[in-house]
């Protein structure tokens, strides 16, 4: 089978069984300040076997986490002079971080992973790089505030109130 063609099988196999949301796909969503936030196909491993589409999944989770880690650093820095944030916000990144992965468990529950096949370390990590994508959405919001909007909350609140 030609590498586009297997790709493009290899996508709509993923999209029919629901592990990748058309939304979620690049380009699907608008662009605008926000850095790249949804998953990459264009990892030419999603072309290839079983094996290089495992590795290119990986490689998707990864890029997510480091985006998702540097923006929680880009945060970090620019509140900090707002403590009392900083401290709840770190609190709400450990309980998502047990979400995610109580999420996945709830997802795949068996204990012997080996019964979904093949297919398996790919799609957890491809649903791992979509759980972290919207994270990544989330967090972005205190970047990417509307000056003066009301009902922000932290969002745009460099330094801590009274």
């Known amino acids: 089978m030609p590498k586009r063609l297997s790709l493009m099988v290899s996508f709509l196999l993923l999209l029919s069984l629901g592990l990748v949301p058309a939304h979620s796909v690049r380009g699907a969503e608008p662009t605008g300040s926000a850095k790249q936030e949804a998953i990459d196909f264009s990892d030419p491993g999603f072309g290839g076997s079983q094996g290089d589409m495992n590795a290119a999944a990986f490689r998707e989770f990864q890029r997510a986490d480091d985006t998702l880690n540097q923006v929680y ?23 998502w971080i047990q979400f995610r992965d109580a999420h996945l468990e709830s997802l795949y ?42 009902g922000q909350g932290s969002r745009g609140q460099f330094t801590e109130h009274p």
Not at 132 to 149: P, S
């Open 73 to 95: 650093g880009q945060i970090q820095e620019k509140y900090k002079n707002n403590p009392t944030f900083l401290a709840k916000l770190t609190d709400a990144e450990g309980a």
């Open 109 to 150: 529950p068996a204990r012997d992973k080996r019964q979904y096949g093949s297919v398996y370390p790919m799609v957890y990590a491809l649903e791992k790089a979509r759980l972290t994508w919207d994270r990544v959405k989330q967090l972005n919001q205190w970047l990417e505030f509307r000056e003066g909007a009301v």
